[in-house]
Each structure stands twice: as structure tokens, then as C-alpha cells.
């Protein structure tokens, strides 16, 4: 191989170097970047790939040559995926979940939500949360080890419904990883096949006492690179450039740093700052640990960042006389929404130093938790903790350090050598001596990569020569204190606590002493050659207090909504398994026109073991067994008996329904699951010896409530002791809250039925088990940032439209889509939840709104938490961005009263979605 190009195509920057071999080594012959191109206009890497390699043929003309005559080696990485989006599914929340958890973020996951038996939401709210999130991969685990299998078998049938409600025909099958009890693997790939690439991995948690986790995750990388970068645009066309496996870039950066480590005999910290994710790898006496904080970045995930820290804590690195939080969140929520802004003032550059600095100390945090150090991680069961605490020994230890490296998009690009120390230093917080170091073209993952190709001391010394720019020695004690340095020349050098010292030691070769601090490895006294540009080679840290940064305010303006296209729409409407759809293809729809209607309920199916309680062998169980499959069987009626001597031995059904499989193989009976019409009212105000109107401030359920047979429908006592004696009124059934009236509750079985609407004007264009689409022409707005699902409804413009007064939100406007023209406040959006508003429109809003009051739909959501309340669509971003368009605030005053959709959701990263609203044309 004599010509080289090694390619890493990230979340934000597509970088190209060319090696040439000369002599009996290779030389850096010219580097290029350009922006990495998935979102439209130009949605394919490939044309990123294509720009950087005509902007390398600028400087290097003959490589074009080369590659026509296929003379050039292409190795790539990639990252482009941003982050792979996950929903892990579990049995507890604080158990198996957990470890589940620890594992997907350790790969590289956005966790979105966990979905648990335990988290309070219903079967149907289950589904309908899976589907909305549109995961990458489902992560399924549960269970100990041979132990029940029901309860997987029933999340499993969650997860599948999910699944098939949110793939169309075309679209690709879901990955599922399942991590759970072994004994349930089969049924759990048997449940899912049809709708979900199924992989099954030993169990995270195979007993209470041992947590498994490597499997788990490297099930999870593999996936990431098989299904979610497969998807990238234009990623086939990648593969076919390159030579060998595209490796993830993580892996590579890994592979460089464990062997540099092993040759150096150094221990090493390197922090890979990107713009959607932010990657630690420690190697402490041979040990490589890696963690991949997939929600902190310096572009797509720049607001996770602030939100994780929070405002206060980048504020301190800032003097607040100059700087205003609100101004400062708000640059930072319009970076999240274009991700590719450079900075261009010196006050944007400080906050994303300020921000560099908590995303590094919150990686690490990610890093010291995820490592084998602590019992809490491993989720220890009351009465384990003593019968395991010896067996955990610690392998990281972050004062070990000898070399700390920064890498990354920022360390390439971040400014001078004193600021990008003093990132490093206040961000992981080293202490004792360390060398710091910055790789300043980010070439870390490509020299990686090299690793397979070329012998490992060849690429050691390229890995020594362009990735490792050595700034200073840092001397750093746990406290300030005084401290003397003695170098080789016989100097001593005093310094008093207070201050942070830049020093340029140009006499001295080396330290060979430190008051107070011993060092175990000399190899990190030796101070690099001092680099003129950046005028110090030892820093020796001794400050007490933080000192803000400041600097002439002046943020960018990102006042560039997108005009109104005048275009045709697809809108993908998912069916339930049981939609009773009313169109047909071809059919010409109105919003309100009724496609589907469906019930709101899930039965499961029952998968029964009952040869242990008749004492049979699973080859006899056909024989004792007096139903026979498709006979419907009653809740508790006999399904087999035994006679074992003089005893008789009975099954009965713990459920009604349907028998669809007898196994003597497995000894199994399967059940499915059958729901009844059947509705309940309930007297309360009988039960509680009230009168209607009394009865109604004792309600414990609202309309729409699920609830439990048995479930506390009203008491006139809160509970406790004495609620035991009170009067109440109980469900006699589970099901819906579908009434609430005059002291009666009725309890529908099913839940009351869905109609799904059209939403728009336009043709249904296809129907099939899975989906009905209906396509629509009119105008589509798409902007900036939003949150939310999609939602219909009628369109209302609260204010006039061409000044932006103020107006109220009233009860006119339940069930609407209301435009402002003017910031969205914290008034109006309560104003818009208590008046049962669908979705807002506006040109701007404050940071504060989405850090307080909504839930990230790009962060990890805790399990439990539900979509906002309403869908907004922001056009512009954050903060004083100006008003609507002309042109925008003409194209929603013609259609005031009219029907519109709003489509909330915002996907920044790879296969990018905004949100956008739609304004249909009758026909």
C-alpha cells in the first residue's frame, strides 16, 4: 500500500487524511474536511466524502489520478449516526432495567425512555410510547434464571405490537436485543419474529447477585453499525468505497489508545469531545475502560449539556456582569438547532469553553460510574451487600493518570494552547503530575484504523508525530499548598497557593522533584520542548477560587425560518392489530373523515406449564388433558386432570380465552388471551351512603383511567389504619373509566373505541395491515426545533398577525392550533394546557420553557415520563429572533379557521427530522 486515505465521517464533520508511503514509512501528504451531509438538502455522506476529497485534490492534484487507477487504500470509521436512540425494556425498573440501562449507555445509546412492568403505565400506554419514540433498538431484558417466563412473554407482546403499529411495509424490522431469562428466549424470538430482527444474549442479570454486562453491550455496538449506520444516507455507498470493515469510530480510537498505552507502559486518559456524543477511554496498568456519554456534545447534544449540568454550572465559569443567563441558554439551544455553527464571537467561543468544561466533567462522571468500582452500580438486593462486597475490586483509579489527552472537533478547533489546558484541567480535574496533551487534527480514529493494516510500532511513531501534541507537564496538588520544584539544572522554583503559573522552563530538561507530591513514573517529568505559539511547557496549579472569563457580549442571529412550500404531504396514520378500517384506497378524504376504529385493550397470550402440578411427564400430557386446541375455556375451569395412585391432580385456566397449541415436547399449553364487552356501573354514592353531589369529591379515578379489579374507586377516608374500616366503592372488574355521572362510574371491559381521522384533505394513497397513507397538497412551514407528536385541529391566530400584540388564550381556542407572533412565554403556554390546547406555532421562545416544562424528546426520558402536553413548533429557535416572515404570517392568515397539522418532533442526527406545519388545501 503505498497511498493511504483514512476517512472518519462523525455526527457533525467528515475529516480525510492522505498517507503516502515514503521510504520504509508512511507521511502525512495533506488533510481536508467538510460538513457531514445527512440532512436535506443533501441527504448522503457520500457527498461530504466527495467535497472533502476534491478539497484534499486542491493541494494533492496527483491522488485523483491515483484513484482512477485504483491505487489508493480507503479505511474509514464513522459516527455519523449521532447516537444510537434505544428504549429499554424491562421487567423492574431498579433491577434488570437498570443493568440494561448501564449497558446500552456504555455502547454508545440514547436512552429515550424505560418501559417497565412496575412504571404505572397501562399496556396500551406501553405500545403507544414504543411506537412514538421510533426507536433504533429495543433493548429487552428481565428476569433471573430459571424463573417464571410469563411475564416476559407478555412484554414481548408489548414490544411487538409497538413494533408492527410503527413499521410500514417498506420499512426496515426493528432490532431487539433480548438479555433476559435464558429459559425465555425461545419464546421470546418466537413472539417477535415477524415483526423485529430478534438477537438473544445471556442474561444482565442472571441471578440477584451478578450483573453481566459485556455481552449485553457488545450485542448493542454490533447493532448500531448494522442497523442504524446501514441507514444512514448514503452509507452504502460508503462501504463501497472503503476497504475492510467500517469501523465504529469509538472502536478504533480504543484500539490506538490500549496499544499505545502497552508500549509506553503509561496510564492514559482520553476524552473524544464530539458533537453528539463525548467518549472517556482510561487505560490504568493495561486495563481499557470505555464509556460513551451518547447525550453530551458540543452541537447536537450542546442543550442535553446544559441540561444535565444546569444553568448555574456554566454560569460560574462566566462573569455574570457581562454575561446573562437567559442570553447564554438561549446561544445554546440555537447551536443545538444547527449544529454545524462555528463559533464567530469571542462570547459565543467562551460559552462553548464554558460548556466544554461540564460536558468533560460529566463524561467522567459517566465513566467513574459505569467502571467496575462501586457496589451501588450493580444493584444489590437487601442481604447481598455483605455476600459480595469482597468479590468487586476496583481497576480505575483517575489519579493514575500520566497522560491526559483531549480530542475532538474542539481540540482540534478550540483556540490557543492555554485555553485548551486549562479545558482539560477544569473539565477532569487531574491531580498530581500529568502530562497534557491535545490531538490537534483529530486523527486519533484514523491511526486506529492503521492498526489493522501496518505493523503497530510504525503507527505508534505516526500516533507520537500527529496525534499527540504535547502542551506541558501539570503539577497539580489535591489542595493548594506551597510547593517547591526542583529541575535538573539544580533550580529550585517556589510557588505560593492562590494562582494558576504558566510556566517556560528553557534551561531545565526535566523535574526531578516535588514538595509533597511522589511520582511513581519519571517518564513524566521530562517537560516537552517548549512551541513558541504557545509559550509555556509546565503549568503548576495552585488556585483556590474559579476565575470567570469575560468578554463584549455579542451572539450570532439565527433568524432564518424557512419559507412556506406550497408542496404535497404524506402522513403514515400506524393501525392497531384490531382497526376496523372504513376507506379505500384511492378515496378522496376530508380531516374528519373516519379511517379506522380500534379498541384500546391488549390480550396476551397464555403460555401454561402444567406438568408439575399434575405430576406428569410432558410426553403424556396430550392424553390427560380434556380440552383440546381451539376449545375456548372459562377463568378456572379444568383444563387437565391426573390420577397419580389415589390422588387426582387438576390444571385450571388462569385466564379466559382460546387454546391454540398442546406441546408434549415442552409440556406447554398456550392460552391466548380473550377481553369481554362487558361494562361495569358502579353506585358510589350507594356504596358510600352519600348523595350524588357529595359523592363526586370523593372520587379517587377520573375518565379515562385504567384500572384493576379491586382497585379504590372512592373513599370518604384517605387511607391508613382507619380507611380499612371506611366505606368505599371498589371496581368489580379491570378496564376504563368511560363515565362519571350523577354518582355512578362506569368501567368499560375494553375502553371505549378510537376513531383515527385523515387529518387532511387528500387521497388515501395506500392501505395495508399496518398503516393507512393519506396524501395531501397544501402549505408546508418547517421549523427550527419542536416537541411533541403530531397533532390536528383547527387553525386560530391568537394575535394580529403583522404586529404580534398580546392576546389570551381562551376557551375558543380548546382543540386548536394556535399561531403566535411573538415569543412563546411561560403564561401562554399554561394558558394553552388549562384551555385544552392540541399544538402552539410560534417564531421563537425562551430556553427556559424547554428546560422547565417539557421533556427532551432527544434526551434520555426516566421511565414514567410521558410526551408534553401539547405539540409546539418553534420556526426560528430561541430567544429575540424577530416575528413571522412576511411571507408566513400572510400564508397563516389565509388559512385562519382552517384545518392544520402540526408534526412536533425533532431528530438531530443522522437521517435528520424537523418539525413542520401543515396547512392542506381542500380540493
Not at 376530508?590 to 379511517?595: K, N, Y
Not at 402444567?610 to 383444563?639: F, N, S
Not at 383515527?756 to 426545533?785: D, F, P, Q
Amino acid at each position: 500500500m503505498e497511498h493511504i486515505i483514512l476517512l472518519d465521517v462523525g455526527s457533525t464533520t467528515t475529516k480525510m487524511f492522505y498517507l503516502q508511503k515514503q521510504g520504509n514509512t508512511y507521511c502525512l501528504m495533506g488533510r481536508s474536511h467538510s460538513s457531514t451531509t445527512v440532512e436535506r438538502p443533501t441527504e448522503d455522506v457520500m457527498a461530504g466524502v466527495d467535497e472533502a476529497f476534491t478539497q484534499l485534490a486542491k493541494t494533492n492534484g496527483v491522488i485523483r489520478e491515483l484513484e482512477s487507477q485504483d491505487q489508493i487504500t480507503w479505511l474509514a470509521t464513522s459516527s455519523a449516526g449521532g447516537g444510537l436512540q434505544v428504549v429499554v425494556v424491562g421487567l423492574v425498573r431498579h433491577l434488570s432495567a437498570e443493568s440494561a440501562n448501564r449497558a446500552a449507555l456504555g455502547a454508545g445509546g440514547i436512552i429515550l425512555d424505560g418501559i417497565a412492568s412496575n412504571d404505572g403505565r397501562s399496556p396500551m400506554e406501553r405500545i403507544d410510547r414504543i411506537r412514538q419514540l421510533h426507536p433504533d433498538l429495543v433493548v429487552f431484558s428481565g428476569g433471573f434464571d430459571a424463573q417464571s417466563v410469563q411475564p416476559l412473554v407478555n412484554m414481548a407482546e408489548i414490544i411487538r405490537r409497538a413494533l408492527a403499529m410503527r413499521r410500514s411495509d417498506e420499512d426496515h424490522l426493528c432490532p431487539v436485543i433480548f438479555a433476559g431469562n435464558t429459559g425465555a428466549q425461545a419464546l421470546v424470538k418466537e413472539t417477535l419474529r415477524d415483526d423485529a430482527l430478534v438477537e438473544a444474549v445471556a442474561n444482565v442479570r442472571p441471578r440477584p447477585d451478578r450483573e453481566n454486562v459485556a455481552p449485553l453491550s457488545a450485542a448493542i455496538e454490533s447493532s448500531f453499525m448494522e442497523h442504524v449506520m446501514e441507514r444512514a444516507p448514503g452509507y452504502r455507498g460508503l462501504k463501497e468505497r472503503t476497504s475492510g470493515n467500517i469501523l465504529p469510530t469509538p472502536r478504533a480510537v480504543g484500539q490506538m489508545v490500549t496499544d499505545y498505552a502497552g508500549a509506553t507502559g503509561l496510564n492514559i486518559l482520553l476524552a473524544d469531545m464530539g458533537g453528539a456524543t463525548t467518549d472517556i477511554f482510561t487505560v490504568t496498568e493495561g486495563h481499557l475502560h470505555r464509556s460513551v456519554s451518547a447525550n453530551l456534545g458540543m452541537s447536537y447534544s450542546i442543550r442535553n449539556a446544559l441540561i444535565r449540568a444546569g444553568s448555574e454550572r456554566v454560569m460560574r465559569w462566566l462573569d455574570r456582569r457581562a454575561f446573562d443567563k437567559e442570553k447564554v441558554r438561549d446561544y445554546i439551544n440555537n447551536k443545538m438547532c444547527h449544529p454545524t455553527h462555528i463559533p464567530q464571537t469571542e462570547a459565543e467561543r467562551l460559552v462553548e469553553r464554558a460548556v466544554a468544561r461540564e460536558v468533560l466533567a460529566l463524561a467522567l462522571q459517566d465513566h467513574l460510574r459505569d467502571a467496575p468500582t462501586a457496589i451501588k452500580k450493580v444493584g444489590i438486593l437487601p442481604g447481598m451487600e455483605d455476600h459480595i462486597r469482597g468479590r468487586i475490586q476496583s481497576t480505575l483509579d483517575v489519579t493514575d493518570t500520566d497522560l491526559l489527552v483531549g480530542s475532538g472537533g474542539y481540540f482540534a478547533h478550540g483556540g490557543d494552547a492555554r485555553d485548551l489546558a486549562l479545558t482539560l484541567i477544569d473539565g477532569l480535574g487531574p491531580t498530581g503530575v500529568t502530562i497534557l496533551a491535545v490531538d490537534p487534527m483529530f486523527i486519533t480514529p484514523h491511526l486506529g484504523l492503521l492498526l489493522q493494516v501496518l505493523p503497530p510500532a510504525e503507527v505508534r511513531d505516526l500516533f507520537e508525530q500527529l496525534a499527540l501534541r504535547r502542551l506541558c507537564v501539570l503539577i497539580r496538588p489535591g489542595k493548594p499548598q506551597d510547593l517547591k520544584i526542583r529541575f535538573s539544572d539544580g533550580r529550585v522554583s517556589q510557588y505560593a497557593p492562590g494562582d494558576i503559573y504558566f510556566e517556560a522552563p528553557d534551561e531545565a530538561e526535566q523535574i526531578t522533584g516535588i514538595s509533597g507530591i511522589s511520582v511513581s513514573r519519571p517518564a513524566v517529568l521530562q517537560l516537552p520542548q517548549l512551541d513558541e505559539n504557545t509559550g509555556f511547557n509546565l503549568i503548576v496549579d495552585l488556585r483556590e477560587k474559579i476565575e470567570p472569563m469575560s468578554a463584549p457580549v455579542s451572539f450570532s442571529s439565527f433568524d432564518n425560518a424557512s419559507p412556506p412550500v406550497n408542496t404535497e404531504v404524506t402522513y403514515r396514520i400506524p393501525l392497531p392489530e384490531d382497526a376496523s378500517v372504513s376507506v379505500k384506497e384511492g378515496q378522496e378524504v376530508r380531516p374528519s373523515t373516519v379511517l379506522a376504529m380500534s379498541r384500546d385493550h391488549v390480550s396476551f397470550p397464555w403460555y401454561l406449564s402444567p406438568c408439575p402440578t399434575l405430576r406428569v411427564e410432558p410426553e403424556t400430557l396430550p392424553a390427560v388433558m380434556l380440552k383440546r386446541v381451539g376449545d375456548r375455556v372459562a377463568k378456572g375451569e379444568v383444563l387437565a386432570s391426573a390420577r397419580v395412585g389415589a390422588t387426582i391432580y387438576e390444571y385450571k385456566a388462569p385466564v379466559r380465552g382460546q387454546i391454540t397449541n398442546i406441546s408434549s415436547d415442552s409440556g406447554r399449553v398456550v392460552i391466548e388471551e380473550q377481553l369481554d364487552e362487558r361494562e361495569a356501573a358502579i353506585n358510589v354514592a350507594g356504596d358510600l351512603g352519600v348523595s350524588k353531589d357529595q359523592a363526586e369529591q370523593y372520587l379517587r379515578v377520573r375518565i379515562g383511567d385504567r384500572v384493576l379489579e379491586g382497585t379504590i374507586l372512592a373513599s370518604p377516608h384517605p387511607g391508613g389504619l382507619l380507611g380499612l374500616f371506611a366505606k368505599k366503592a371498589t371496581a368489580p372488574l379491570s378496564g376504563t373509566i368511560t363515565s362519571i355521572e350523577d354518582g355512578t362510574v362506569i368501567i368499560s371491559r375494553q375502553g371505549p373505541r378510537k376513531r383515527l381521522r385523515a387529518e387532511t384533505y387528500g387521497k388515501i394513497a395506500r392501505i395495508s395491515e399496518r398503516e393507512i397513507a393519506v396524501t395531501g397538497r397544501g402549505w408546508k412551514i418547517n421549523g427550527a426545533y419542536g416537541v411533541g407528536g403530531r397533532v390536528a385541529g383547527t387553525l386560530q391566530i391568537l394575535d394580529e398577525i403583522r404586529n404580534g400584540s398580546d392576546g389570551v388564550i381562551s376557551e375558543q381556542h380548546s382543540d386548536a392550533i394556535v399561531v403566535l407572533n411573538r415569543t412563546l412565554t411561560w403564561a401562554l403556554l399554561e394558558q394553552a394546557q388549562e384551555m385544552a390546547v392540541k399544538g402552539i406555532v410560534a417564531p421563537r421562545a425562551t430556553g427556559r420553557i424547554l428546560d422547565e416544562y417539557f421533556e427532551d424528546p432527544s434526551c434520555d426520558a426516566g421511565p414514567g415520563e410521558r410526551r408534553p402536553p401539547l405539540s409546539i413548533c418553534l420556526l426560528k429557535g430561541f430567544g429575540h429572533l424577530g416575528t413571522l416572515p412576511e411571507r408566513t404570517a400572510t400564508v397563516f392568515e389565509e388559512h385562519r379557521g382552517g384545518p392544520a397539522v402540526l408534526e412536533g418532533i425533532t431528530q438531530i442526527r443522522a437521517g435528520v427530522i424537523r418539525p413542520h406545519v401543515f396547512l392542506p388545501r381542500e380540493p
